[in-house]
């Protein structure tokens, strides 16, 4: 079989969208396929008549402020070390982003692999150091690790604060709430790759909502679009997979093993979509040690969106970005006033980023250095 | 391992014995308190930088080279001739005697490969915890190129866009080396003096309107600025952008937009349309400039905007990033 060119694959769309005759919106699930949307210039190339709503599927967006809150709170102490991906530093929670905590003195450490801050726990043995562990099905599995490494080599200052969700769950809660149209769904390929494509067959057959597996590059977000369209446009819903080279339907055993040895699956608070059964992970009873919130006598705090910010409905596809008032006003990347404007994966940033919004504020296009 | 101390023999056994042998030349021998330079030319072109950078050597470079290359290039893209640069090394104690001996090294190579002079120096060890290891300014002078009339006042729409190498390796390269980081790459940074390649790119007569070299904010940054300034659109080809597999590659492993990563051995220059074959072929007739391309052009969309046109044909916006670029989560 010959390759399908991208430029084939968007006439194809168009065609089939053209047929369907009427308004199809498909939600993209995760931040990565958001940004590749964008920086391949795929959005840019198809039908107006097929809406591309991005869901809650961005790490950082989806956590919670009260969460936010407990990570600076940790911060703050004098004996803490706060290890974590550098796309949280920034959130802006109800006393200043770890960002301020760092600049008053805190000791807040980018690192790259929960491993990194098991390894600098253990050079470190008179710091408590928290790991955020923040993340879906991709990185999860990369905590547990973590935290298995650390009980075999007997480190005891090496902690989490677990913010881990889970991706079926968050897609059923949202079809369930029944607010937000939509017609299909685009899967992400590296979450795919850990839960198996036979992880969405709930969403298929309990909601009748078509599913295609797909990852990341051009012609793989074209030809997952291609294919929901067809399905929608025969009246169908099926669950396909057009990432097979990377996603197999039972997904990668082993690291769901690690995962499942050391959490359990717990309700988990969503930002502005509130606690879903079931959607988070918790440290299983052998490894409450590990536990942040039980090492420091520690609650997550209430939700909440900062004022003005909506991402809380950016996230569940309510809104579009420019339907915030702060949008490319107050709130840019250089200020961001919510986590989707702060998170590269966030929907705020990427349409800020690649979308054509200069011309709605000049000012927000000067040079900034 | 240097010690920390405010006498004036530390300082005059370090210079003594490291940097002198090093990096001697017959403006610096003297060291007196100027250094006296020969003067020819109209015009002179003067700039400065201060470099930090962790880990103080990664592949492919160091502190050192990159602080002679910085400035030499920064003369260079302005259409000078790199004459002569001064050092300011602020080491921390505690830094191994063996990194600064070939970190200074690194400096004399880096000098000779440029042919420029270290006229002047200094020195200053501070206190463990206060200078990152290493900090390095270094100025620079050299002489106006009368054959080039840079100049953005000159850029019109239909003027090409000429990249002079492979994108993203220098950010990526220490990104990859940095400490803590979980994967290995064996990309390589690209920093290197531009002063030979841009000779070659003046020699071939071509009309360059406007030079840069893209480091910190990468081609996005460079871009972005550029667009501002002279209040005209540009339209570049993603699939024409020189980027290396690994780069590519490791880019997308992070969620990097490899048009946002650093560089220190590229340079972009806005030529007249018709000029744009004979000085892509300057570039490519220079190590530096083998893999150079025509990137994109001038246009006079309105609003002036920069946009990319994707490899899968489609467009989308392209814009300076904000502070660093951070790898994403998943
Ligand atoms: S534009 Fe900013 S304030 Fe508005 S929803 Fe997005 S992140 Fe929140």
């Known amino acids: ?369 | 391992m240097l010690a920390h101390g405010g006498g004036g023999e530390l300082t005059g056994r370090l210079i003594a014995e490291h940097f002198l042998p090093r990096l001697r030349n017959q403006w610096l021998e003297p060291l007196g308190d100027s250094a006296v330079l020969p003067w020819t030319s109209s015009a002179l072109a003067f700039t400065t930088d201060s470099h930090v950078v962790q880990p103080l050597e990664f592949p492919g470079g160091d502190i050192g080279r990159l602080a002679v290359c910085g400035t030499v290039n920064d003369l260079a893209v302005a259409g000078a001739v790199p004459l002569a640069l001064s050092l300011a090394v602020i080491m921390e104690e505690g830094l191994p005697l063996k990194v600064l001996d070939r970190i200074i090294d690194s400096i004399a190579a880096a000098a000779a490969e440029a042919n420029v002079s270290i006229a002047t120096g200094d020195t200053k060890v501070v206190e463990r915890g206060r200078g990152d290891g290493m900090i390095i300014n270094t100025a620079g002078v050299g002489s106006l190129r009368e054959s080039l009339s840079l100049d953005k006042r000159r850029i019109i729409p239909g003027d090409a866009m000429v990249l002079t190498g492979l994108i993203a390796e220098h950010g990526l390269a220490v990104m990859s080396a940095r400490e803590g980081l979980a994967f290995q790459t064996a990309l390589r940074s690209d920093v290197a003096p531009l002063n030979g390649l841009i000779e070659q790119m003046a020699a071939s007569g071509a009309d360059i309107r406007f030079m840069r070299d893209p480091t910190r904010g990468g081609l996005a940054g460079l871009l972005a600025d550029l667009c501002v300034d002279i209040r005209l659109s540009i339209e570049i080809e993603e699939t024409a952008i020189p980027i290396s597999r690994t780069a590519r590659h490791t880019a997308e492993l992070l969620g990097l937009d490899p048009v946002t990563v650093a560089n220190e051995g590229k340079c972009v220059a806005v030529v007249a349309a018709e000029d744009a074959g004979k000085l892509l072929e300057a570039c490519r007739a220079h190590p530096l400039g083998r893999q150079a391309a025509i990137i994109g052009r001038i246009t006079d969309a309105a609003p002036p905007i920069v946009e990319m046109i994707t490899d899968a044909g489609g467009r989308r916006v392209v814009q300076r990033p904000y502070g660093e670029e951070l790898p994403r989560i998943c």
Not at chain 1, 126 to 144: H, I, M, N, S, Y
Not at chain 1, 175 to 193: K, N, R, T
Not at chain 1, 198 to 209: D, L, T
Request: proline residues 7%; neutral net charge.
């Open chain 1, 1 to 369: 079989m010959s390759k399908t060119t991208p430029r084939q694959l968007v006439e194809q769309i168009a065609d089939a969208v053209s047929r369907a005759d009427r308004t199809i919106r498909l939600m993209e699930v995760c931040g990565t396929h958001t940004v590749a949307l964008f920086r391949s210039g795929v959005k840019s190339l198809l039908p107006n008549a097929l809406r591309l709503i991005s869901g809650p599927g961005c790490p950082v967006c989806v956590t919670s402020q009260g969460y936010i809150d407990a990570a600076c709170d940790l911060a703050g102490r004098e004996d803490v070390t706060i290890c974590t991906y550098g796309d949280m530093v920034r959130v802006p929670g109800r006393r200043g982003s770890l960002e301020h905590r760092r600049a008053e003195g805190a000791d807040v450490l980018v690192v790259y692999s929960a491993r990194d801050a098991v390894s600098h726990a253990a050079a470190h043995p008179d710091r408590k150091v928290v790991f955020l562990a923040v993340g879906f099905e991709t990185t999860a599995p990369a905590t547990a690790a973590a935290v298995l490494e650390a009980e075999a080599k007997g480190i005891t200052n090496f902690f989490i604060l677990s913010g881990h969700k889970l991706v079926i769950p968050a897609m059923q809660a949202l079809l369930s709430a029944g607010d937000v149209p939509i017609d299909g769904f685009l899967c992400p390929g590296h979450v795919s790759v850990v839960i198996g494509a036979n992880a969405y067959a709930p969403i298929v057959e309990q909601y009748g909502k078509p599913c295609v597996v797909a990852g990341f590059e051009p012609e793989q977000m074209l030809k997952g679009i291609l294919h929901l369209v067809r399905q929608i446009g025969r009246g169908e819903s099926r669950l396909e997979n057009v990432y097979s080279a990377a996603v197999t339907n039972e997904g990668n055993v082993a690291a769901r093993r690690c995962m499942e040895q050391v959490f359990v699956p717990a309700d988990s608070i969503w930002r502005a979509m509130g606690t879903i059964p079931g959607s988070g992970l918790e440290l299983r009873e052998p490894f409450r040690p590990f536990d942040a919130l039980v090492h420091f006598g520690l609650a997550i705090g209430p939700d909440y969106d900062p004022p003005g910010c909506r991402c809380g409905e950016v996230i569940q596809g309510k809104v579009e970005p420019d339907q915030c008032n702060l949008f490319a006003r107050q709130c840019t990347p250089a200020a961001p006033v919510g986590p989707c404007m702060v998170s590269s994966e966030g929907t705020c940033a990427a349409w800020y980023k690649y979308g054509r919004i200069q011309a709605k504020s000049p000012s927000t296009q000067a040079r900034s250095s």
